[in-house]
């Protein structure tokens, strides 16, 4: 009989690392150019939001540039994922 000397791992894939917004930007441009979205449409919504919340976009967008060293776009369009209202209503 034989033996091995190789020891036994287990079968673990990798941890997944969390999305940041470089991929959230990717998706969205995949999904424009496949036609399933338009990547300026969230701008339009914000030119209608009221002036305090428009405000408060470009204060978090701002602070996320500068404290999180995202570029500007990624940083836009993450707080407007943050502060964009529910279908219920704010």
Do not use: F, H
């Amino acid at each position: 009989m034989r033996s091995t000397n190789r020891k036994s791992q287990p079968n673990t894939r990798p941890a997944r690392r969390p999305l940041g917004a470089t991929d959230v930007l990717r998706s969205v441009s995949t999904r424009r150019k496949s036609g399933q979205g338009n990547k300026e449409c969230w701008r339009l919504e914000i030119e209608r939001w009221p002036k305090d919340l428009r405000d408060d976009w470009e204060e978090r967008a701002a602070i996320i540039e500068y404290c999180g060293g995202e570029p500007r776009a990624a940083a836009e369009w993450l707080a407007y994922q943050q502060l964009k209202p529910t279908e219920g209503g704010r």
